[in-house]
T-cell receptor, first 112, second 112 residues
Framework: DAMVIQNPRYQVTQFGKPVTLSCSQT?????MYWYQQKSSQAPKLLFH???????NEADTPDNFQSRRPNTSFCFLDIRSPGLGDAAMYLC???????????FGPGTRLTVL | GENVEQHPSTLSVQEGDSAVIKCTYS??????FPWYKQELGKRPQLIID?????GEKKDQRIAVTLNKTAKHFSLHITETQPEDSAVYFC???????????FGPGTRLSVLP
């Protein structure tokens, strides 16, 4: 089945220890998004790729970086996680910017 | 940036009753207005969407209405069932027409 896959589903890291979250898709969608969702809050867009064109939200901390080596894969790198970065990280894809977004199951990040 | 308000923040209804959730926005170039349902610990899933060239769209028990002049759109769920219990998010494109902004969410509880 075509889908959006995120690995790992749960990630525990230590304060300041870099971590990488991955997302892959079999939908062949042009657009991939990374969202941060904290408990009882709405998803907050961190950045998105339209094909290879990277778009960073103005208030996304420099601590967060992203890579999209090809159409299918996208990575979220958190260079020095802080306690405030503990959250669910959701990857989503869409065929075009103004189309339905398909979300992955998310990676729950815990920072100790 | 775009300001999206969503009301109510929590809503409890008896099974079989209707539920209405409303979102208002301030200044958006959006022509696409999706609604997402998120069950506890799961990913957001699109339940219905509407584009600005129509005023209403219905899919079985779910309907969405859009008033672009008044800058609001609403989700209507009829004949509610316990499995409708979840958090519902509206979304729209920001005022640059680039990225999705989510409303703060409505926690719907359907009481049996």
């Amino acid at each position: 089945d075509a889908m959006v896959i995120q690995n790992p589903r749960y990630q525990v890291t230590q304060f300041g220890k870099p971590v990488t979250l991955s997302c892959s898709q079999t939908l062949n969608h042009n657009v991939m998004y990374w969202y941060q969702q904290k408990s009882s809050q709405a998803p907050k867009l961190l950045f998105h790729y339209y094909d290879k064109d990277f778009n960073n939200e103005a208030d996304t901390p420099d601590n967060f970086q992203s890579r999209r080596p090809n159409t299918s894969f996208c990575f979220l790198d958190i260079r020095s996680p802080g306690l405030g970065d503990a959250a669910m990280y959701l990857c989503a894809t869409s065929a075009a910017r103004y189309n339905e977004q398909f979300f992955g199951p998310g990676t729950r990040l815990t920072v100790l | 940036g775009e300001n999206v308000e969503q009301h109510p923040s929590t809503l409890s209804v008896q099974e079989g009753d209707s539920a209405v959730i409303k979102c208002t926005y301030s200044d958006s170039a959006s022509n696409y207005f999706p609604w997402y349902k998120q069950e506890l610990g799961k990913r957001p899933q699109l339940i219905i969407d509407i584009r600005s060239n129509v005023g209403e769209k219905k899919d079985q028990r779910i309907a969405v209405t859009l008033n672009k002049t008044a800058k609001h759109f609403s989700l209507h769920i009829t004949e509610t069932q316990p499995e409708d219990s979840a958090v519902y998010f509206c979304a729209l494109l920001d005022n640059y027409g680039q990225n999705f902004v989510f409303g703060p969410g409505t926690r719907l509880s359907v009481l049996p």
